[in-house]
């Protein structure tokens, strides 16, 4: 069946589903506004492919992720295209700036930052979208083989100007639908993972879907008993976490 064979590519690509993981009330709230971020942005932005799934379920090394996919097989793509996937890199991290404020912020974006700067710098170097460097490819993983230190120089500023463009672009999105964002987030509280179709009905009707709720404890997830025992008095599972645990000296 096709829901086997989604099961499977989600495992093979992503990893399996760690349904032991500890997840706090924090740390889940703070992954569902993230990939909401990520969400929003990819549904608002012109260019950005659909939204196959959104999923706060961890697997592999992500608390969560949202999945996109082409309409069709793709050869090239749009100037439009690069700047919407820019843009929607940057939707995590400007959701959790705005949900949780900078000093909250979480190192969670940073392969998003990653993806972001890496298109930015193909734009720049490889595909010839910037008037300041021209069509001009340089070669090398940084697009700056055979460049010399005043080009790289202008290389790396046109790289922020594109890559502050797009987080401005993000950061207006997810402040004008701020309302959709929070709908958003607490749904994928609710049932960790959400179709493209219903991610889409959240955002631009407010309808949830029409079936059971998957988790009625704010996302949190796993045995939390070890994280508790000290603060419960209770015996902990680890030695000396627990208060019965506690050793005396005379």
């Known amino acids: 069946t096709m829901g086997v064979l989604e099961y499977a590519k ?16 924090e740390t889940a709230r703070c992954t569902a506004y993230h990939e909401a971020g990520h969400a929003l942005v990819a549904a608002l932005t012109d260019g950005a492919m659909p939204i196959h799934k959104a999923t706060i379920m961890p697997r592999g090394q992500a608390l969560g992720m949202v999945t996109m996919l082409p309409e069709g097989d ?46 930015a710098r193909n734009m720049v170097t490889k595909y010839g979208f910037s008037e300041e460097i021209g069509l001009v490819n340089y070669g090398g993983q940084t697009g700056e083989e055979h460049a010399s230190d005043e080009t790289r120089s202008k290389i790396d500023a046109e790289v922020k100007k594109l890559t502050d463009a797009s987080y401005k672009r993000a950061k207006e999105l997810l402040t004008k639908y701020q309302k959709q964002h929070h709908l958003l987030a607490k749904t994928l509280l609710e049932y960790e993972t959400l179709t493209g179709d219903e991610v889409r009905d959240l955002i631009t009707k407010g309808v949830k879907p029409k079936r059971p709720v998957i988790n009625k404890d704010e996302g949190a997830r796993g045995n939390r008993d070890v994280l508790n025992a000290g603060s419960t008095g209770s015996k902990s599972r680890l030695p000396g976490l627990g208060k019965d645990d506690a050793s005396t000296s005379s």
Do not use: W
């Open 10 to 25: 989600d495992k093979i690509m992503m990893g399996a589903e760690r349904k032991t993981a500890v997840i706090t009330k």
């Open 74 to 119: 793709q050869t090239s793509q749009s100037l439009k295209q690069m700047k919407a996937m820019m843009d929607v890199s940057m939707g995590g991290r400007v959701a959790e700036e705005l949900i949780f404020g900078r000093e909250e912020t979480t190192s969670g974006a940073m392969s998003d930052i990653v993806n972001a700067t890496r298109i």
